[in-house]
């Protein structure tokens, strides 16, 4: 598994084991003993993929290290800790952990759930890459079926919605009125005429010039594409 994990923890010889039982699932493991070294390292140029932290540390506690940690970063963060205790808090009250292992832990049992912690980001990471797709100054999301231009939510009719989301499944590749109009409404023999009346009022909605639109360009004698480039 390509990824990187940070352990926040003073006691070296914890750290090391834990680094020991990650490395042999090919996670690179970065150590810092402290949350002053660790919080420098995250803002630092180190790739960090998921935290594991200790509570009880020196200088600044893990409690106080997770607050200031969870205003700038989202990464997943599984504590470790002696203070048993301690356990139902972080889960109960939302304190940012996503994990809680007690000490004494097995470190084979910690690396499971640390490699269940970074499928779980990934995927989460990837879903959301595929659900957003930008194109100039707008943001269609996929999933929740709405269109931003800036800050403002474009309201889209369903078939609007369609034909921009057909469009943008393989950005910069001309579709034909026919293509559209398949994808789109799914019948053989329609009136064409009807794909470029949607584009035209999608023009309307989205384009800061609709006669010279510059994001749902027109392929002349054949169709549509959307442009994504830097032009835009
Ligand atoms: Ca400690």
Same mark, same amino acid.
């Given at each position: 598994?390509?990824?990187?994990?940070? =352990?926040?923890?003073?006691?070296?010889?914890?750290?090391? &084991?834990?680094?020991?039982?990650? $490395?042999?699932?090919?996670?690179?493991? #970065?150590?810092?003993?402290?949350?002053?070294? %660790?919080? $420098?390292? #995250?803002?630092?140029?180190?790739?960090?993929?998921?935290?594991? /932290?200790?509570?009880?540390?020196?200088?600044?506690?893990?409690? $106080?290290?997770?607050?200031?940690?969870?205003?700038?970063?989202?990464?997943?963060?599984?504590?470790?800790?002696?203070?048993?205790?301690? %356990?139902?808090?972080?889960?109960?009250? %939302?304190?940012?952990?996503?994990?809680?292992?007690?000490?004494?832990?097995?470190?084979?049992? #910690?690396?499971?759930? =640390?490699?269940?912690?970074?499928?779980?980001?990934?995927?989460?990471?990837?879903?959301?890459? @595929?659900?957003?797709?930008?194109?100039?100054?707008? =943001?269609?999301?996929?999933? @929740?079926? @709405?269109?931003?231009?800036?800050?403002?939510?474009?309201? &889209?009719?369903?078939?609007?919605?369609?034909?921009?989301? +057909?469009?943008?499944?393989?950005?910069?590749?001309?579709?034909?009125?026919?293509?559209? +109009?398949?994808?789109?409404?799914?019948?053989?023999? %329609?009136?064409?005429?009807?794909?470029?009346?949607?584009?035209?009022?999608?023009?309307?909605? /989205? $384009?800061?010039?609709? @006669?010279?639109?510059?994001?749902?360009?027109?392929?002349?004698?054949?169709?549509?594409?959307?442009?994504?480039?830097?032009?835009?």
């Amino acid at each position: 598994m390509n990824a990187s994990v940070l =352990v926040v923890e003073d006691e070296l010889d914890i750290a090391e &084991l834990i680094k020991l039982y990650l $490395e042999k699932e090919g996670i690179q493991v #970065l150590i810092a003993a402290d949350g002053e070294t %660790g919080l $420098e390292m #995250l803002r630092g140029s180190s790739r960090v993929d998921l935290l594991i /932290l200790d509570l009880n540390l020196p200088g600044l506690d893990g409690f $106080e290290f997770l607050r200031i940690l969870r205003k700038d970063f989202e990464l997943p963060v599984v504590i470790v800790s002696a203070r048993h205790e301690d %356990g139902d808090m972080i889960m109960g009250f %939302g304190i940012g952990a996503d994990d809680f292992v007690p000490k004494p832990f097995s470190p084979r049992v #910690l690396a499971a759930r =640390v490699r269940a912690h970074l499928r779980r980001s990934r995927s989460r990471q990837s879903d959301a890459d @595929s659900r957003l797709f930008r194109f100039g100054d707008c =943001v269609l999301d996929r999933k @929740s079926l @709405s269109l931003f231009k800036g800050d403002s939510r474009i309201p &889209l009719s369903p078939r609007e919605m369609q034909v921009l989301i +057909y469009l943008s499944e393989d950005p910069g590749a001309p579709r034909s009125q026919q293509d559209i +109009y398949d994808a789109v409404w799914g019948q053989d023999f %329609g009136d064409l005429n009807t794909v470029s009346v949607h584009i035209q009022r999608l023009r309307q909605k /989205l $384009e800061d010039e609709p @006669s010279r639109p510059r994001l749902i360009k027109t392929v002349y004698g054949f169709g549509y594409t959307l442009n994504t480039g830097e032009n835009v």
